[in-house]
């Protein structure tokens, strides 16, 4: 590890208070290029303010500390709770379609061993409890469904799995989990 002592400490605040004095230089000579520019409707200089220079400094300094990304906050972006399908049935039916309240997701092929999410980001006008879920499910000319009522939670997924058989002796059906 490194040792400090007070030569490495003052060597330290000597750059950074050089930095700052260029800091200062910098503003200072941007804004009289600013004002010098200007048709003299709008005066303004930073040597005429009340306000000492290095205050931009604390100022840049506690704007970068307070600055955010937009995800950084999540209280302020909203949230939606979204669906996973998950296939495991063992007839090797493909899942082809999802349907609940305000949603209609058609035209899918969810294998057996796979999955799809869907974000439900169209708002949930039914409600988030107990809401129908229909699995429309086929092989080769054959099709079926299944439905199951769920609960929904806004920013969180919901797993829905089908699962059973039909074509061996010992076969309950399909059934969702």
């Keep these: ?67 955010c990304k937009e995800d950084c906050d999540s209280n302020n972006t909203e949230q939606y709770p979204s669906l996973t399908v998950v296939n495991q049935n063992s007839d090797n039916w493909y899942i082809s379609s999802v349907k609940l309240v305000g949603y209609e997701f058609n035209n899918l092929n969810i294998t057996v061993g796979n999955s799809q999410t869907f974000l439900l980001n169209n708002g949930m006008s039914g409600g988030l409890d ?35 058989c039909i074509s061996a002796e010992g076969c309950n059906g399909f059934y969702l989990e």
């Design 130 to 164: 107990e809401i129908n879920t229909i699995i429309y499910f086929k092989r080769t000319t054959q099709s079926s469904s299944e439905s199951k009522a769920l609960d929904f939670n806004n920013g969180a997924t919901t797993v829905i799995t089908l699962k059973g």
């Design 1 to 67: 590890m490194f040792k400090k002592n007070k030569h490495d400490t003052d060597n330290l605040w000597i750059n950074f208070k050089a930095n700052i004095e260029k800091f200062e230089n910098r503003i200072e000579n941007e804004l009289k290029l600013i004002n010098m520019n200007q048709n003299k409707v709008f005066n303004f200089s930073i040597s005429n303010t009340r306000i000492p220079k290095w205050s931009f400094v604390f100022l840049a300094i506690a704007l970068s500390f307070t600055a």
